[in-house]
């Protein structure tokens, strides 16, 4: 949490994320109670910075998959579809998909890129 002051107190908002994503993963209730605090003494909202993680939902059953010649279940991902921890918290600081970029997207040109593989 320390280190994600520093980063937070040189506006070096990825590295801060970071830190703070790792500081979850550690002690989820310290974090509770500390982030929001921290945030604040550097002019920060807790939500503008990480997003808080979704309700815990029981597991769907695992389902094997093969990754680089290995087999990769649910349990074995502990970040979802992400790599890493830098990738998760990168990916949680995403804003959502806003109905204009929905509607702007174009469909037909997505598919073909797909499809060229």
Not at 56 to 72: D, I, L, M, T
């Amino acid at each position: 949490m320390n280190v994600a002051q520093a980063h937070l107190c040189a506006r070096e908002l990825h590295e801060a994320r970071r830190y703070l994503a790792q500081a979850r993963e550690a002690d989820p209730t310290r974090y509770d109670l500390r982030a929001a605090a921290l945030l604040a003494r550097c002019g920060y909202d807790i939500e503008s910075i990480c997003r808080p993680l979704p309700p815990a939902r029981p597991e769907p059953v695992a389902k094997a998959a093969v990754r680089h010649g290995r087999s990769v279940t649910s349990a074995s991902l502990p970040y979802g579809d992400c790599a890493d921890i830098d990738e998760y918290a990168r990916f949680r600081a995403m804003p959502p998909i806003s109905r204009a970029e929905v509607e702007g997207t174009d469909w037909d040109r997505i598919i073909s890129d797909l499809l060229d593989d």
